[in-house]
C-alpha cells in the first residue's frame, strides 16, 4: 500500500512526464519560417511557388518565405546580406560564384548532414555531386545538368533557306549564317554572336585554343596571348558593321527578360546568348518551341572548348537557426518525384536518376527537347569548369566593362584587351 510521500511523488512524476510530452508535442508542431532566395524567369518562379506549395501541404509546420528577383540584381543583393551577416536560409547559387562564400565561411557544409543519413543523396550520382563540392566539401547539390544553348526559330530557317545550326559548325560557319539570315529576311541574325558580357562566349574562345580564363590557382588570367581577346573582339564588331546583330546602344536598350529576347519576337532568328534551361522560357515567350544549338567550333581549335555544369547549386546559409529543416526542405526538393515534374528541367536536367527518370518517361515538347540536347551537349563536351576565384564577378564585370568600350568605339580591341589585363591582374593578385 502506497504511503502518502509515495503517492505524492508518482503524481508529480506523472505529471513532469505529461508535461514533458506536451513540450515535445508543442515543439514538434513549433512554427518554422526558412527564407528560400533565387532568382529567374517568371516561368521559374511559378514552378518554385508551386513546389513551395506542395512542401508546406506535407509539412505544415515549415513555411518558406519567397525572395525571388531576376537575374539583374540578384548577386549585388546577396553580397550585400552576407555582408549583414543576413543570408536566407536556403540560397540558390552558382559555381562560378561559390569560391567567395565558401572561403568567408557563409555557406553551410552538408557532408555531415549526409553522413548522418538527414540528407538523402542516395540517388544522385558521384560526378554530380563533385559538381557541389569546394575544396573537398560538399557545399551545395546541384539542382540539374545545363549546357550553354543557343535557340533558333525553325520557321524563319525554312523560310530563309539556311541550315538549321550543327554542332560541327564553326565560327566563321555563323557569321555566314547570320549574314545570310539577315539578306533572306530582313531581320537580325542574333542580338549577339555569342555570350558577351558576362564573358562565356569568350571562355569557350580561349579553352578552343588550349587556354583558360583563369590561371589554375586563380592569380592571374590563364592566357598570355591577347591577340585572342583582340580576335575575339573583332569578330562581334565585324557582325555589328555587317548590320546582322544588334549595335551597342539595342544592346544597352534591349530588355533583360528572356521572354522579350528578339528571337521571340521574329526580330531575329536565334538567341545566342542563353543556357539549356531556359528553353521554356524562352518558348513561352515565343509562343511556340525554339530549337537549341551548341556554340560553334574553333577552325583551329586545339581541344574541345564547350563545356556542361550544374545549372545552379542549392546551398544553405551557415548562420541558419534550423538546419534540420533546411535538410527537410533539400531531401523534398531533390528526391520528391512530384516535386521533380513540377521543377521540370528548368534548372538542368535532375540529378537525381529516379526523378531524371519520371520526367523522361513522361516529358512534354520542351523538356524532351531539353534531354535530347543535354545528350548532344554531352558528346561535345570539354572538361568541368574549375571552381572560379573569389574575385570572378569583379573580373567579369571588368570584362564587361571592356566589351561595351570596345563595341560603343571608345577604344580599339587592342587597347581594351591591354587594360582588361591590367585591371584583372590586380584584382586577381590582391
Known amino acids: 500500500m502506497f504511503s502518502k510521500k509515495s503517492l505524492a511523488l ?31 524567369s517568371q516561368s521559374r518562379h511559378e514552378r518554385t511557388l508551386r513546389v513551395i506549395e506542395m512542401f508546406e501541404e506535407e509539412y505544415p509546420n515549415i513555411k518558406i518565405q519567397p525572395e525571388y528577383t531576376g537575374w539583374g540584381g540578384y548577386w549585388d543583393k546577396m553580397n550585400a546580406q552576407a555582408a549583414g551577416d543576413n543570408l536566407p536560409d536556403i540560397i540558390q547559387h552558382v559555381r562560378k560564384m561559390m569560391a567567395s562564400y565558401v572561403e568567408n565561411d557563409q555557406l553551410l557544409e552538408l557532408d555531415p548532414f549526409i553522413e548522418d543519413g538527414t540528407l538523402d543523396v542516395s540517388k544522385i550520382g558521384e560526378s554530380y555531386l563533385e559538381m557541389g563540392r569546394a575544396y573537398g566539401k560538399q557545399m551545395g547539390l546541384a539542382t540539374g545538368v545545363n549546357a550553354p544553348a ?43 554572336p555569342a555570350s558577351q558580357e558576362e564573358g562565356n562566349g569568350f571562355v569557350v574562345w580561349l579553352r578552343q585554343h588550349g587556354q583558360s580564363f583563369f590561371s589554375e590557382d586563380g592569380k592571374s588570367l590563364g592566357y598570355d596571348d591577347d591577340q585572342l581577346f583582340v580576335d575575339y573582339m573583332n569578330y562581334d564588331l565585324e557582325l555589328i558593321e555587317a548590320g546582322v546583330v544588334q549595335d551597342a546602344m539595342q544592346r544597352q536598350e534591349a530588355p533583360g527578360a528572356i521572354e522579350q529576347d528578339p528571337v521571340t519576337k521574329g526580330e531575329a532568328a536565334t538567341a545566342t546568348n542563353y543556357w539549356s534551361n531556359q528553353l521554356p522560357a524562352i518558348s513561352n515567350g515565343a509562343g511556340k518551341l525554339l530549337q537549341p ?7 583551329d581549335e586545339v ?57 523522361k518517361a513522361d516529358a512534354d515538347e520542351y523538356d524532351q527537347a ?52 591590367e585591371e584583372a591582374t590586380k584584382l586577381l593578385s590582391r
Open 150 to 192: 543557343g535557340y533558333y526559330d525553325k520557321e524563319l530557317f525554312d523560310a530563309a533557306g539556311v541550315d538549321y545550326p550543327s554542332p560541327e559548325d564553326t565560327w566563321e560557319d555563323r557569321a555566314e549564317m547570320f549574314k545570310k539570315l539577315n539578306e533572306e529576311l530582313g531581320i537580325l541574325g542574333a542580338a549577339t
Open 370 to 421: 531539353v534531354f535530347d540536347f543535354i545528350e548532344v551537349a554531352a558528346e561535345n563536351a570539354g572538361p568541368v569548369l574549375p571552381l572560379q576565384p573569389p574575385a570572378f564577378s569583379e573580373v567579369t564585370t571588368a570584362f564587361a566593362d571592356q566589351y561595351w568600350e570596345v563595341i560603343y568605339g571608345m577604344k580599339t580591341p587592342a587597347e581594351a584587351a591591354a587594360d582588361f589585363r
Open 10 to 40: 508518482v503524481l508529480i512524476l506523472t505529471f513532469a512526464l505529461s508535461l514533458s510530452l506536451s513540450v515535445a508535442a508543442m515543439a514538434q508542431d513549433e512554427e518554422v519560417t526558412l527564407r528560400f532566395a533565387w532568382w529567374g
Open 293 to 299: 544549338f551548341l556554340y560553334p567550333r574553333a577552325e
Open 303 to 359: 581541344q574541345e572548348g564547350r563545356f556542361m555544369k550544374p545549372a545552379m547549386v542549392m546551398t544553405a546559409a551557415k548562420n541558419t537557426e534550423h538546419p534540420a529543416e533546411v535538410m527537410t526542405f533539400l531531401n523534398f526538393w531533390f528526391n520528391n518525384v512530384e516535386a521533380g515534374k513540377v521543377i521540370g528541367t528548368d534548372r538542368g536536367v535532375p540529378t537525381n536518376s529516379e526523378v531524371r527518370a519520371a520526367l
